[in-house]
């Protein structure tokens, strides 16, 4: 399922935000660095990206939207790039369970999401009923 300009754009806001996250870290597990790496390669980062995020990756910050809605984007997102590759590895699920919870997200709001989006990758749904699918699923968690 391939994204639109506007959703990939968004996908990249939650990957560098989510990256922020663990480089706030006194050390970050070289498994999670793994995990980041990929989805950058998987997200085609380049050099225009990582202009935009500045020349000192410590200088990022982790951001918690204060919207709730913002805040069930950046876990659609998330989950939506993680399973582009239709692959979905232990520490990705390990390392989306930890933004989510740092976004104010029972733990097992993420498994949930993986769920929604691969049934709807199976029966064909269109893009944007599986994101309303997927922030009606959030609302009813976060309930």
């Avoid at 733990?107 to 309303?132: E, M, W």
Wanted: charge should be negative; hydrophobic fraction near 45%; glycine fraction near 2%.
């Amino acid at each position: 399922m391939a994204l639109s300009a506007s959703t990939l754009e968004s996908v990249k806001k939650s990957y560098f935000n989510i990256l922020a996250l663990f480089l706030e870290a006194e050390k970050v597990e070289s498994r999670y660095v793994h995990c980041l790496l990929k989805w950058g390669f998987q997200l085609h980062l380049n050099p225009a990206d990582l202009r935009l995020i500045g020349e000192d990756l410590s200088q990022m910050q982790f951001s918690k939207p204060d919207e709730k809605i913002e805040r069930l984007e950046a876990i659609y997102h998330l989950v939506h790039m993680i399973y582009l590759d239709k692959v979905v590895d232990d520490i990705e699920l390990e390392v989306a369970t930890i933004y989510a919870e740092k976004l104010g997200f029972k733990p097992s709001v993420v498994s949930g999401l993986f769920n929604t989006i691969a049934t709807a990758d199976q029966d064909d749904v269109p893009l944007r009923d599986v994101r309303k699918e997927v922030i009606d699923f959030l609302k009813m968690q976060d309930s």
